[in-house]
């Protein structure tokens, strides 16, 4: 954008630049709401998001209040605010004040100012006409409540509020009364009818600058509440009996990668669509284990060794080939996926491509479900910790609630792709709970007090 300023007698033209927007900033950028609430998710952008409009209206004239709970929080936003008005500060006719982290326009009240603000005793003294909260979650309410918002009443001024959801990492240094104060403002803006309120979320993986490499090994280490909270950036209530893999034991099953033995059976899962194709791979687990195998993996427990998920745009014969590499020296035993009745014309397709893909041996998707939270439930499913859109998925699925009730449906199930390609391979015959092989009469699940009680199982449930 170009600033005009006046030296002397004559007018002149400076170019102040900023960072190109990502997508999920750009739409914060251009709203015209005069309170915007941001959730994101570490990394994602939010931070370097907001100085965009802040510089910008900054060099329109404004008067900008970026802060954050440390100064360590406000380097960031201070960085950029140097790096684009470098060259009005060159001209002199703006002042950089680095100890204090402002920008004025000398003998104007045009400034753009980076401050350590946690509650209302230490965000006194300053005003603006355009406030940010960075970090919102970490903040005392009276920030903006006791100071913040009479600081705007002058000019009809903005604030924008950015948070991500409060974790074990963060509530250590949460100066917030309520810990979940960001979350209940940001349901109320999403309520909001008068426009005054807009709500923005987006998650660390629709960030295109940073390193998915890197994100990935992170998120390899991370559990599963951690990445929904801190990649995600979900900060619902969610109970544990909204979760459809909440049988899934991570602590346990999520395990650090080690060499499957080429004379362990292979399986394949394959979920079809021209958008979001998705594959996985898996084996059945033979003994002796192999060096870095976990000791209490079993026989006959399937390992999930390598996701597929390569996006739009490939053909057939392209995913077969791709199959074939990653199967490269192993025995894929049986490959299932699609819809039992509707897709059988695809699976010929890969069949004649040289990829043979069999239907899921169990019919009903809810049958196939049960079966593979039985197999987590008793821990017979492990899963790498360096698939990441894997366990993203199983961190993320939920069951589909009706007026507050849970149903047997999964909220936005085609959404997860990998997931299905997992209940396909589960289905196959070689994957029947134990309880089920000995007879057909499966015990009815008891619940977590009637184990400790000692409590025989209240009924049988036919299958």
């Known amino acids: 954008m170009t600033t005009q300023i006046l030296q002397g007698r004559r007018i002149r033209d400076v170019q102040v630049v900023t960072r190109d927007p990502h997508t999920e900033q750009e739409k914060f950028r251009v709203s015209k709401a005069k309170r915007k609430i941001i959730r994101a998710g570490r990394r994602g952008g939010k931070t370097v998001g907001i100085s965009i409009p802040a510089i910008e209206l900054f060099a329109e004239g ?20 140097k790096r684009s008005l470098l060259p009005l500060v060159e001209t002199g006719v703006y002042k950089n004040n680095e100890s204090e982290r402002f920008i004025e326009r000398i003998g104007t009240q045009n400034r753009i100012k980076a401050k350590t603000a946690w509650d209302a005793n230490s965000f006194r003294g300053d005003y603006a006409d355009y406030l ?34 409060p974790s074990l990492r963060s509530t250590g240094v949460s100066k917030a009364h309520d810990p979940r104060h960001a979350a209940k403002m940001f349901r109320a803006a999403q309520s909001d009818k008068t426009g005054l309120w807009e709500a923005f979320h987006f998650t660390s993986l629709q960030n295109p600058y940073i390193s998915q490499d890197a ?5 390899g280490e991370m559990s599963s509440k951690t990445i929904r909270q801190e990649i995600l950036a979900e900060d619902d209530d969610i109970e544990s009996a909204w979760l459809v893999h909440s049988k899934f034991n991570e602590a346990l099953c999520k395990i650090k990668r080690f060499s499957i033995p080429l004379n362990w059976d292979g399986y394949s899962g394959h979920d079809f669509g021209s958008a979001n194709p998705a594959g996985l791979f898996g084996a059945r687990v033979k003994l002796p284990l192999p060096s870095g195998t976990p000791s209490y993996i079993r026989q006959g427990d399937l390992v999930f060794w390598k996701e597929y998920a390569p996006g739009p745009g490939f053909s057939t014969a392209q995913h077969v080939a791709r199959f074939k590499e990653i199967a490269k020296g192993y025995t894929i035993k049986r490959s299932r996926g699609g819809n039992l009745n509707s897709e059988d014309e695809i699976r010929q397709g890969y069949t004649k491509e040289g990829w043979a893909i069999l239907p899921p041996a169990l019919e009903k998707k809810n049958t196939q479900i049960d079966r593979m939270i ?7 499913i492990y899963m790498f910790d360096d698939m990441w859109q894997t366990t993203t998925q199983m961190a993320n699925c939920l069951w589909k609630l009706k007026d ?54 209240r009924s049988l449930v036919r299958r």
């Open 132 to 165: 940010i909260f960075d970090e919102w979650q970490l903040t005392n309410e009276d920030a903006w409540e006791v100071v913040g918002m009479p600081m705007l009443l002058d000019n009809n001024g903005d604030a924008v509020f950015i948070y991500t959801p």
């Open 215 to 219: 994100l990935s090994i992170l998120m």
């Open 374 to 380: 039985n197999l987590e439930e008793n821990n017979k």
């Open 62 to 81: 404004r008067r900008v209040l970026y802060t954050a709970p440390t100064a360590e929080q406000t380097d960031a936003f201070w960085y950029e605010v």
């Open 404 to 457: 507050g009730v849970i149903t047997n449906e999964i909220d936005n199930e085609e959404k997860y792709h990998l997931l299905a390609c997992l209940r396909y391979i589960v289905s196959d015959s070689d994957f029947v709970p134990e309880t089920a092989q000995a007879s057909n009469w499966i015990p009815h699940s008891l619940s977590r007090a009637e184990t400790r009680g000692g409590l025989r199982p």
